[in-house]
């Protein structure tokens, strides 16, 4: 049974910075190493949107506001994709969801909080 399986996040103050991970547990490696894999966020209010990708190229796309902050990054071997996220702002507070293309998967979701 494929799952993605978040961990990092947390709260932070302004400035600081968070490590996201995302492992998709079980999934065959052929099939992950293809993927492209994306970290989603959803603030209360607003609707869940696209904060970076990462194709198998890798080619990676980000959201303009993050754009030299956050870095989104795979580890084939490890099934994992990450997001380093710098300099946050209070904005960047959301949860944060990662998802698989291939198996229109969602994780659990990590709550990140930024205080001022």
Known sequence: QV???QSGGGLVQAGGSLRLACKASGMILSVFTGDT?????????YEREL??????GPV??????VK???????D???RTVYLQMNDLTPE???IYYCYSTARRMWGQG???TVSS
């Open 76 to 78: 084939n071997t490890r």
């Open 3 to 5: 799952q993605l399986v």
């Open 51 to 56: 904060v970076a990708s990462i194709s198998s």
């Open 92 to 94: 960047d507070t959301a």
């Open 60 to 65: 990676t796309n980000y959201q303009d506001s």
């Open 68 to 74: 030299g902050r956050f870095t989104i990054s795979r």
């Open 37 to 45: 894999m994306g970290w989603y966020r959803q603030a209360p209010g």
């Open 110 to 112: 990590t709550q990140v």
